[in-house]
């Protein structure tokens, strides 16, 4: 519910097309991204993304707000990459543990970026994206069976409420003193444990939903649509520039004479 209203107030430009084809333009980017593991594709990608998050109502700060766990998880994927990949060209740092030379550090970069430039749509897409709308456009343009169209709205809606129900089983638990001091050791089994008390709360739900949408017909017999999902000359230039961004990252690798193919290794 706090997502739809969010949804609601925004009135950026992409929140108006068609998820498929907000959908259709990632998978292109994303597809180019995955040939190569050069540097200088996944920058132009992600540059290119940075610019569109104001049109999707997005901040720098609700950047980080929504995608912390992506962007520490890229940077700590391409400092491992730059450490452990074999040396190649001039030596920067040897510790004697572990070395980084421009080589290494060339394909940390390049896998820091690339994590970066695949992981950010799907934030933009998240804040951009109405499930209701989703799920009208999943059924109606793409014509999928109705009781996979219901599942995949049922579970974005109940993505927000996990995270509320996360801060009320933590909120009881720290009231009966579960977590709230302790070594590290103990803080790790409370948050294991608060953990699997929201596993459970996450079943217990889909299973109360599911027997409610069951009962209610849903995914049964012909069905009618409160909205009708269109394509309009915005979706168009979804597209457009979905396809003008994977050509820009790949030629610019080109030129840049940094393309490299993921098969043919660095």
Same mark, same amino acid.
């Given at each position: 519910?706090?997502?739809?209203?969010?949804?609601?107030?925004?009135? +950026?430009? @992409?929140?108006?097309?068609?998820? !498929?084809?907000?959908? %259709? &333009?990632?998978? *292109? $980017?994303?597809?180019?991204?995955?040939?190569?593991?050069?540097?200088?594709?996944?920058?132009?990608?992600?540059?290119?993304?940075?610019?569109?998050?104001?049109?999707?109502?997005?901040?720098?700060?609700?950047?980080?707000?929504?995608?912390?766990?992506?962007?520490?998880?890229?940077?700590?994927?391409?400092?491992?990459?730059?450490?452990?990949?074999?040396?190649?060209?001039?030596?920067?740092?040897?510790?004697?543990?572990?070395?980084?030379?421009?080589?290494?550090?060339?394909?940390?970069?390049?896998?820091?970026?690339?994590?970066?430039?695949?992981?950010?749509?799907?934030?933009?897409?998240?804040?951009?994206?109405?499930?209701?709308?989703?799920?009208?456009?999943?059924?109606?343009? +793409?014509? @999928?069976?109705?009781?996979?169209? !219901?599942?995949?709205? %049922? &579970?974005?809606? *109940? $993505?927000?409420?996990?995270?509320?129900?996360?801060?009320?089983?933590?909120?009881?638990?720290?009231?009966?003193?579960?977590?709230?001091?302790?070594?590290?050791?103990?803080?790790?089994?409370?948050?294991?444990?608060?953990?699997?008390?929201?596993?459970?709360?996450?079943?217990?739900?889909?299973?109360?939903?599911?027997?409610?949408?069951?009962?209610?017909?849903?995914?049964?017999?012909?069905?009618?649509?409160?909205?009708?999902?269109?394509?309009?000359?915005?979706?168009?230039?979804?597209?457009?520039?979905?396809?003008?961004?994977?050509?820009?990252?790949?030629?610019?690798?080109?030129?840049?004479?940094?393309?490299?193919?993921?098969?043919?290794?660095?």
């Amino acid at each position: 519910m706090r997502q739809e209203l969010n949804l609601q107030g925004n009135h +950026a430009l @992409l929140t108006r097309a068609n998820p !498929l084809s907000k959908f %259709a &333009a990632v998978f *292109l $980017v994303t597809a180019v991204l995955a040939l190569s593991i050069d540097w200088v594709s996944a920058s132009v990608a992600l540059a290119c993304e940075l610019l569109l998050f104001p049109l999707a109502g997005l901040t720098l700060t609700l950047l980080w707000q929504r995608g912390w766990p992506l962007i520490i998880a890229a940077a700590v994927g391409g400092w491992s990459t730059s450490i452990l990949a074999p040396d190649s060209g001039k030596t920067l740092i040897d510790v004697g543990i572990w070395t980084m030379s421009e080589g290494s550090l060339e394909l940390g970069a390049g896998f820091m970026l690339r994590g970066l430039a695949i992981a950010l749509p799907a934030v933009l897409l998240m804040s951009c994206t109405d499930p209701t709308d989703l799920a009208d456009a999943l059924a109606q343009k +793409a014509r @999928l069976p109705h009781r996979f169209v !219901l599942g995949t709205l %049922a &579970a974005m809606r *109940l $993505v927000g409420l996990l995270a509320e129900e996360w801060q009320t089983i933590g909120m009881a638990r720290r009231a009966r003193g579960v977590g709230s001091r302790g070594s590290v050791l103990q803080r790790v089994k409370a948050t294991l444990g608060q953990s699997f008390g929201l596993l459970v709360q996450a079943i217990r739900r889909a299973s109360r939903l599911a027997v409610t949408m069951e009962a209610r017909g849903f995914g049964g017999g012909t069905r009618t649509w409160a909205r009708e999902s269109t394509y309009s000359r915005l979706d168009a230039w979804v597209l457009g520039g979905g396809v003008l961004m994977a050509g820009a990252a790949c030629a610019a690798a080109v030129w840049a004479g940094t393309w490299n193919m993921v098969w043919l290794g660095s």
